[in-house]
């Protein structure tokens, strides 16, 4: 009976990992779900408190936006960004408890999350494919490239192609980490398939944030090859970085950003270059105006929204942006009191990561904060959920071992 429910669960996190890729509207059911079928799995008498050592600097983030709360005027707002933050909460304290679960079953886990991956891309293209839309994308690419057009089209069921990309990156890293000297030929050339399509799938996505992300995971795993290997293969490898560079510059929309430099912009009007300019420099001038404990959840973005009116950033008013920068969106909504917070959920695990050679925690630490550069992820569920279940799960489940004292 125990093993029937083990997979079932199993099954629940293939699903829940699935909708994190092609479906972020049904997050929450599958995550109601997990939870659900926890509260029979869980083994309550080996449940030691101790262990939610590790999910305080979470915990504390979700209760700073909560105590937000009662300097906000607009209440409605903030329990809507409180319930897309739920997360925070639930997950770090759900993996705690049934830490033996994931624990015992983490290469599974792992496995299943590739899994997803891979299915995501066979779903989007099947779903391209019945909308009928491969003729006008086929036309659209006399006059536009491949990347805009791979945008403009629903190619990947309107979700937002940063935070597939993110999970699409963190996938091969997971590949990269399960390689194995003793695999056979045959396992090795699927890793190397594997790797190969989600990276198309990434440079056809074409987020900036994540290209980068990208660029600086080859590094990482450049030089460690290069303290591994023969001189020899260091320039292949260099040779390699600078090729891929290059390619990310003259084929992404790193591109018109570089056009519009070469062309001269003017100091007043070099937001021009990235809308992401003129969203940073709201914000800091919302910031500067309450630093300490900022407008609250609930007003922040209003104001935000205000700003963007007054200095007539038409489309960001327009779209009712937000920061692009979680670092930015916490300091406006609750100050410097919520940005040391955010910052010490990075700092205290990057210690660990890096003292401990812990390689995927430190490799979806680093992922994540040049992402929370230039997306506010915790706006978001899918951020909110990718961040919170593989923070908890890496940094206190699958390096359990090594955290003993």
Known sequence: MHKIINNIKLGFLLIFFLFLFISFQNIKYSLAGLIFISLFTIQYGKIKIKTLKYTIPLLVLFFVNIISLFYSDNIGLGFRTIDTQL?????????????????????????????????????????????????????????????????????????????????????????????????????????????????????????????????????????????????????????????????????????????????????????????????????????????????????????LIDVHKNRDIKIAFKERYNCHNQFLETATQTGVVGLIVLLLVFAIPFYQAIKKKQELLFLFLSICFINFLFESMLQRIAGVVFFAFWYSFLWFVYYRDDNKE
């Open 87 to 303: 997360s925070l909460l639930l997950l770090p304290i759900l993996i705690s408890f049934d830490s033996e679960f994931y624990f015992n079953n983490k290469q599974k886990i792992i496995k299943g999350f590739i899994i997803a991956s891979i299915i995501a891309i066979l779903v989007f293209i099947i779903l391209f494919i019945q909308s009928g839309n491969i003729h006008r994308l086929i036309n659209s690419l006399e006059k536009y490239n491949l990347f805009a057009v791979i945008r403009w089209y629903n190619v990947i069921n309107s979700q937002h192609p940063t935070y597939i990309s993110l999970s699409f990156l963190f996938s091969i890293i997971l590949i990269i980490h399960s390689y194995n000297k003793e695999d056979k030929c045959f396992f090795i050339v699927l890793k190397l398939i594997g790797i190969l399509v989600i990276l198309i799938a990434i440079f056809l996505l074409n987020s900036r944030a994540i290209l980068l992300s990208t660029f600086f995971v080859f590094i990482y795993y450049t030089i460690k090859f290069l303290a591994e290997h023969k001189r020899i293969y260091i320039y292949i490898s260099l040779i390699l970085l600078l090729s891929v560079f290059s390619y990310i510059i003259v084929n992404s929309r790193f591109h018109k950003n570089i056009e519009q430099i070469e062309q001269g912009v003017s100091t007043e009007n070099y937001e021009k270059v990235d809308i992401r300019i003129s969203l940073w420099k709201d914000a800091y001038i919302m910031w500067k105006e309450k630093p300490l404990f900022g407008y609250g959840i609930g007003d922040a973005k209003i104001k």
